[in-house]
């Protein structure tokens, strides 16, 4: 269902039953998988390829390209996967170079006037609340939550299960199962509402919760000292922990604390 005032190449590529609302424009290299649904007044620009079941709303401008001063005109790329909502002005925008590319995963809600830069990279399971903001080679992480105007700085990373506040200020990495707050942010603490509902064991809580109690409450200690700290314990052994002990490991930007 193509509405007459939307204008769709002949190059893009549309799957069965995809709605295209009025005054939508889609430009070539533009693949759109079955059962998406483009409500009006829609940008699509490519090279993109869109999975399945996506809904996007009014005036979201995805797959342009990027605001990167370094990009010099090359073929740049993005992908969206499935069940993924793009409410009223979201935008989303091709990597810099073709070797790499700005990638969203499935199953995630970006509410209005959320930001996906050149080459950022969404987990599954995602929230961007109304106005977060990720710079450039920002990876997120999945079942993360970024409330209301926050932002994070370029190459910085936010782990899985973690919760950042609102009009919060991200320059660092923010550790997986946290909650990030402030401007510059802190930590505040578990995120134990988010891992409860998820269905987190009382085995893995207690455990991250000494792990966080290790690593993060006593702020003018080294955290690599007390990263060994950590290893030599019993929770040093609970899968989720090691999660994050690999992700304070491979940081490139220190963490947030």
Sequence with gaps: MIHPTAVVSPKAEIGADVKIGPYCVIGEDVRIGARSHLHSHIVIDGPIIIGEDNE?????????RSQDLKYAGEPTHASIGDRNTFREFVTV?????????????SDNNLLAYAHVAHDAVVGNHCILSNAATLAGHVTVEDHVILSGLAGVHQFCRVGAHSMVGGCAKIVQDV??????????SQLRGLNLVGLQRRGFSEEDIRALKTAYKTLFLKKETNLASQVEVLKASEAAQNEQVLQMLDFLRSSERGVVR
Excluded: V, W
């Design 56 to 64: 996007f709303y009014s005036f979201s401008s995805i797959g342009a």
């Design 93 to 105: 925008h091709r990597g810099t170079t073709p070797e790499n590319s700005t990638r969203i995963g």
């Design 175 to 184: 550790p997986p199962f946290t909650i990030a707050d402030g401007h510059p």
